[in-house]
């Protein structure tokens, strides 16, 4: 079957992502595979996570995204002591002529970009009431439910959860998170580049390539981008592969207790065919899966404490998943 044409300019997406990757590299120091990921994930609507000891540049990152974007922004600080009704807002009593009555205060979710800075330092209780807005785009305060600003994308920095005063997101949570990437420590070059860059009187000034329209005009093309079946099964393959009952994998028989869900699966899928439009190409290849699989995936497989004790990660896993899964298998 002959796919349809996207009522929108496939180039046009590719342009857009390209400018936002330049303009982000005015401030960001090397890190091209994490503003590449960063792209991804804004053109496919999804949210991100960003993992990495603090003073890696993770709040600049946010930050400079909402710069380059014409959109609404709001930084929610985590903290042990934040509430949930700090994040999704609260009926307050207003009075007005002698009456009283419960107006809604929005918090600071109804925003288009969202930074969740050191999301991990808040409580569980806190942590869940980003679960509605992450998935649903709504939240609810008492009884009436409210829809959040389109579009919405959450991108919250986490430290290791080895630091002290940290909580592990629930695993629904990290589920609803399109991508987890970490930030790397920079080379030794970039680090001398980086104290050029912030210790001068002059700080870059990024320019705004992109407002909400066009963002919505990305997710439109993004989803339009055909995949061929033979690619889509080798993607289905990969999640199979990652779960312990369903693979012939002795590693992720022993080290893995929960393999990706089917919204890994959307997710490899829609990151492919975002990798491919900002590659120049309308059509989905095995290349492109590859290439996200590791931010799509390493969240979303759960370790046994053994591959703790052993030193295994889940990118090690995803690594030997990718290599032994038979591309000609999955076209047959």
């Known amino acids: 079957m002959i796919a349809e044409e996207p009522r929108l300019d496939p180039g046009r997406v590719t342009e857009l992502a390209q400018s936002l990757e330049t303009e982000l590299a005015r401030?960001?120091?090397g890190q091209k595979e994490l503003v590449r990921d960063t792209v991804i994930a804004l053109v496919a609507g999804g949210?991100?996570?960003?993992?990495?000891?603090?003073?890696?540049?993770?709040?600049?990152?946010?930050?400079?995204?909402g710069q380059a974007?014409?959109?609404?922004?709001a930084r929610i600080q985590f903290t042990p002591d934040l509430m949930p009704a700090d994040i999704v807002g609260t009926n307050v009593i207003r009075e007005d002529k002698g009456r009283r009555e419960f107006q809604y205060q929005a918090g600071p979710l109804f925003a288009n970009l969202v930074l969740a800075d050191e999301v991990n330092r808040a409580t569980p209780k806190t942590q869940s009431a980003l679960l509605e807005?992450?998935?649903?785009?709504t939240v609810t305060v008492g009884t009436e439910t409210r829809a959040l600003p389109v579009p919405f994308f959450v991108l919250a920095t986490q430290n290791p959860i080895e630091l002290e005063g940290t909580y592990p997101l629930p695993e629904a949570q990290l589920d609803r998170f399109f991508f987890k990437s970490l930030v790397p420590f920079p080379s030794e070059e970039e680090l001398l580049e980086i104290a050029r860059r912030t210790t001068g009187n002059t700080t870059p000034q990024?320019?705004?390539v992109a407002d909400a329209e066009a963002?919505?005009?990305?997710?439109?093309?993004?989803?339009?981008v055909p995949i061929a079946e033979h690619v889509l099964a080798y993607a289905g393959k990969l999640i199979m592969a990652t779960h312990p009952d369903r693979t012939e994998l002795d590693s992720v028989k022993r080290y893995v207790r929960f393999g990706a869900s089917p919204r890994g699966l959307q997710t490899l899928v829609l990151a492919g065919k975002v990798r491919a439009l900002l590659e120049g190409r309308y059509n989905v290849a095995f290349d492109d899966l590859i290439a996200v699989a590791h931010p799509a995936l390493r969240h979303r497989v759960f370790l046994q404490f053994e591959a703790e004790a052993d030193d295994v990660t889940a990118?090690?896993?995803?690594?030997?998943v990718v290599e032994k899964t038979d591309k000609a298998k999955a076209a047959g």
């Open 27 to 29: 401030l960001i120091v």
């Open 47 to 65: 949210h991100m996570l960003l993992e990495g000891v603090p003073g890696l540049g993770k709040t600049v990152l946010v930050r400079s995204l």
């Open 69 to 73: 974007l014409t959109l609404s922004f």
């Open 133 to 137: 807005a992450m998935q649903e785009r």
């Open 206 to 208: 990024l320019k705004p």
């Open 215 to 224: 963002i919505l005009a990305a997710h439109q093309v993004a989803r339009e």
């Open 315 to 320: 990118d090690q896993l995803i690594d030997e």
